[in-house]
């Protein structure tokens, strides 16, 4: 296969796993930082300390982080089903990169949550600070470097999950390695796939490093 062969066909696989990445990134977020922030208030000690709350939802993120993904995949197949109306493609993808991802990253708001010092925090509530108020304004800007740390390394992990993806269908760069460069032999697109995956980590990981730093020294 010759390079004019192989530029489409990478820019395309290129393509359909930043949207994978991007989509589940977001829904990342939107839900294990919730997950992660309630891990911390309702822990002994916390703003709203709940024991029963609180190891039901740590249950949940162990559950989550202790199933390998290739088997997640195939777990919720008819959850990702039911949602997106398909098991095959981009879209199907960002289901269980994101219920992968979320207890993931929701353990690592826990870790940075719990690095803020408490006399913060109690300094916060002196001044008659709610419990709202405290987590906007004291717990997640004072976290914010430890957070996008932990963002860092979700998504280097979503990219890593990503080409996993690729052996049920989902597209991307994962999906290209199997169908060209195992199945058809296709040797130098299966080398050139991996060289983009490593600088898209990379990239990826350097940016992260560097907006992190930038927060520390605020």
Known sequence: MTWDEMAPLLWEATGQTAEMVAWSTLFTVLIGLPLGVALVVTDRGGLLPSTPLNRVLGLVVNIGRSLPFIILMIAVIPLTRMIVGTTIGTTASVVPLTLGAA?????????????????????????????????????????????VAGLTVTVVALISYSAMAGAIGGGGLGDLAIRYGYQRFETPLMIVTVVVLIVIVQLGQMLGDFVARRLARR
């Open 103 to 147: 207890p993931f990253f929701a353990r690592l708001v826990e870790t940075a949550l719990r690095e803020v010092g408490d006399d913060k925090v109690q300094a916060a509530q002196a001044m008659g600070a709610s419990r709202t108020t405290i987590i906007g304004k004291v717990l997640l800007p004072e976290a914010m470097p430890g957070l």
